[in-house]
């Protein structure tokens, strides 16, 4: 079956409620999907409710930030309860970091001068169908940021005195996730999200043990995706693959691209 095990709705910052969601997927032809929210398990029971009468195989899933060396990395947590009093905790947790990150990037750009208010900012709302998150759309809004790539290259920097906030670590993160019954893959290492390039992150991202990574993704070039394959293969490892599709939030990701067929995958329990 072609699948898709790497998406996000609106709970986090997709574009697509459970309905749109599973409706993008039948008409993508997948056969199996996984709503990888990040930080948010929301909108997983309705999405697999929906994709069942679909006829659509469902992963209940998770995307979880994780802090190494000062740097953040995402855990793919597959197959996790969402019920699972610690995992919501986490999710909790990392969604508080999140918005307190967003008032102190509000406030850090202030003392730099930007012609915002940050009590307009606290009382403002925005459709969460519009995708992204609280401080991109109030910069959006006010004419100072022109999507998510001008945000993260010029406003969410290091000159900004701007960066993720520190996360649970990767021990912590794959514990809980094994605690929810979970598989713990690590995202999209070859991508440039994580600056360094596959062959730097590989062994830094191993070193924690987790039970696999994800082989395809949008990011990932086909000789990196093949590296990751093999190593995965070679050491018994868990496979995933997806899109990191975010509805239309992200333009240049596409639900079910690149393909990815089941029969290359590896979730035992699963897949």
């Known amino acids: 079956m072609k699948a898709d095990l790497h998406v996000h709705s609106t709970a986090s910052d997709g574009t697509w409620d459970p309905g749109q969601l599973v409706a993008a997927a039948q008409a993508a032809g997948l056969g199996a999907l996984a709503l990888t929210d990040h930080d948010r398990i929301d909108n997983v029971e309705e999405t697999g409710r929906l994709a069942k009468i679909a006829g659509i195989k469902f992963i209940p899933a998770v995307e979880l930030d994780a802090t190494k060396e000062g740097h953040d990395y995402h855990l793919l947590g597959y197959g996790v309860d969402v019920h699972n009093p610690a995992l919501q905790e986490l999710c909790d947790h990392n969604v508080r970091l999140l918005a307190d990150k967003d008032d102190d990037s509000i406030r850090k750009l202030i003392a730099r001068g930007w012609p915002l208010n940050f009590n307009e900012f606290l009382d403002y709302e925005y459709d969460p169908h519009?995708?992204?998150?609280?401080?991109?759309?109030?910069?959006?809004?006010?004419?100072?940021?022109?999507?998510?790539?001008?945000?993260?290259?010029?406003?969410?920097?290091?000159?900004?005195?701007?960066?993720?906030?520190?996360?649970?670590?990767?021990?912590?993160v794959i514990d809980i996730i094994h605690r929810a019954g979970g598989?713990?893959?690590?995202?999209?290492?070859?991508?440039?999200?994580h600056g360094p390039g596959l062959h730097a992150c590989l062994p830094l991202v191993m070193a924690e043990h987790p039970d696999g990574l994800e082989c395809f993704h949008s990011g990932h070039s086909a000789a990196d995706t093949q590296v990751l394959l093999n190593y995965c293969r070679e050491h018994h490892l868990c496979i995933s693959g997806g899109s990191d599709c975010h509805g239309s939030f992200v333009k240049s990701r596409h639900l079910g691209v690149p393909e990815v067929d089941t029969a290359d995958l590896y979730l035992p329990g699963w897949l």
Request: with cysteine.
């Open 130 to 172: 519009r995708g992204g998150w609280k401080a991109l759309a109030y910069l959006q809004d006010k004419g100072l940021c022109a999507d998510v790539q001008d945000f993260f290259s010029r406003i969410f920097t290091a000159e900004n005195a701007l960066g993720f906030p520190e996360f649970p670590s990767f021990k912590e």
């Open 183 to 193: 598989l713990a893959l690590c995202a999209h290492i070859a991508s440039d999200f």
